[in-house]
């Protein structure tokens, strides 16, 4: 699908929106922006407000508008055009590409997830390996640190967890794999949230996942296509595996809590592809 090249119109500005207290911030924040975007006062062709100026009139982080900005450009309603930031589409322009899946329980819901990255992942890992230059080398290795640095501070690390598997993304020299994960993250977020918040349980757990990572690592640093791929696949099948040791206790806890919000993306998913 060809992009327009047509140069988008100033930045659409709003005053302070007001939001419901339904459903998670954002929730919030992509339903007043798509009901602005099918309103008409933001136009087709017009770029959308930054990131910061976003996250100043909700009063809420910047994660939460990307969330928001990404549910968006599922639908085939803004994208992100290099050096004119992200843009509103015409209406109509093509059919946008939906997960439609009615999980049956939470350890369902996670697995598809995590089947889903298996494939993907796999392969961006052995290209990476492949085409990664020395810059991305590094960009994936403070990566690493970072996630590092979140379990010393007790933070749970899904986001930097998240950007690890992305900077592996964009060594791949192919532009469509960051921005198929970035789509599925608003899946993923929650199903990482889920297996890290299981894997911090145990301490064999936590030594597994980071062995798991720094081999991936290795193998993109060694530029050992079979090897990385094969590391990906066993991080991946590995995370499936631990949540299917998790004991119904987690379930009925933390882990009930942490996979409510991908419980409830698939729905909304199921529910958007209905309507069309």
Same mark, same amino acid.
């Given at each position: ?20 207290? /339904? ?28 990131? !910061? ?28 055009? !290099? ?26 819901? /996670? ?24 810059? #991305? ?48 993250? #608003? ?34 640093? *060694? ?8 590391? *990906? ?44």
């Amino acid at each position: 699908m060809a992009t327009s090249t047509t140069t988008p119109r100033s930045s659409a500005t709003f005053d302070a929106p007001v939001i419901t207290n /339904v459903g998670t911030l954002a929730d919030r924040v992509t339903a007043v922006l798509l009901e602005k975007i099918k309103g008409g006062e933001f136009p087709a062709g017009t770029r959308l407000p930054t990131e !910061q100026v976003i996250s100043e009139r909700f009063g809420v982080s910047r994660t939460v508008v990307r969330e928001a900005i990404s549910r968006l450009k599922s639908d085939g309603l803004v994208e992100v055009r !290099q050096g004119s930031g992200t843009v509103v589409r015409e209406p109509n322009r093509t059919t946008a590409f939906r997960l439609d899946i009615d999980p049956k329980n939470s350890v369902d819901a /996670v697995l598809r997830v995590t089947e889903l990255r298996r494939g993907i992942e796999a392969e961006a890992a052995a290209l990476a390996a492949q085409r990664r230059t020395r810059a #991305q080398l590094a960009e994936i290795r403070r990566a690493l640190a970072a996630i590092d640095t979140a379990a010393k501070q007790k933070r749970d690390g899904v986001d930097e967890d998240l950007a690890f598997h992305m900077a592996i993304s964009r060594a791949t020299g192919n532009p469509l794999y960051p921005s198929l994960l970035e789509f599925i993250s #608003q899946f993923t977020h929650a199903a990482i949230r889920v297996t890290r918040t299981n894997e911090a349980r145990r301490d064999d757990f936590s030594t597994q996942v980071r062995n798991e990572h720094r081999a991936l690592f290795d193998a993109i640093a *060694a530029q050992d296509t079979d090897a990385a791929r094969q590391a *990906a696949i066993t991080h991946i099948d590995n995370a499936g595996a631990r949540i299917q040791e998790a004991d119904p206790a987690f379930w009925e806890d933390v882990g009930s809590a942490a996979v409510r919000p991908l419980i409830n993306e698939e729905k909304k998913a199921a529910k958007r592809g209905s309507r069309n």
